[in-house]
């Protein structure tokens, strides 16, 4: 079998791993290796044409874009969504 080494890995990331490997009761290469197999196994599929699909995220407002920005600002200055986030990617 082949020899696979990652180098650098971040050591906020690491521990995330080191943490989900335990949960599952798997090693970290074992956790590593299911990862690599699920990712492979489910390609995401790709849009032929990508910027119709972005064009469907958009919106007609009458709103300036000051105005829009300073409503998202106030509704995540008030969300408690973020609240318990560890940081990992941030």
């Known amino acids: 079998m082949a020899v696979l080494q990652v180098r650098d890995i971040d050591d906020t990331l690491y521990e995330a791993l080191k943490t ?13 290796i299911m990862m ?18 972005f064009l469907n995220l958009s919106w007609i407002s009458d709103e ?13 200055k008030n969300s408690k969504r973020f609240e318990n986030h560890n940081d990992l990617f941030d």
């Open 20 to 32: 989900l490997a335990k949960k599952e009761r798997r090693s970290i290469s074992q956790e590593v």
């Open 36 to 53: 690599i197999e699920s990712y492979i196994s489910n390609p995401k599929t790709t849009s032929v044409d990508s910027t119709e699909e």
């Open 64 to 76: 300036s874009a000051d105005e829009i920005i300073s409503d998202l600002r106030k509704q995540r």
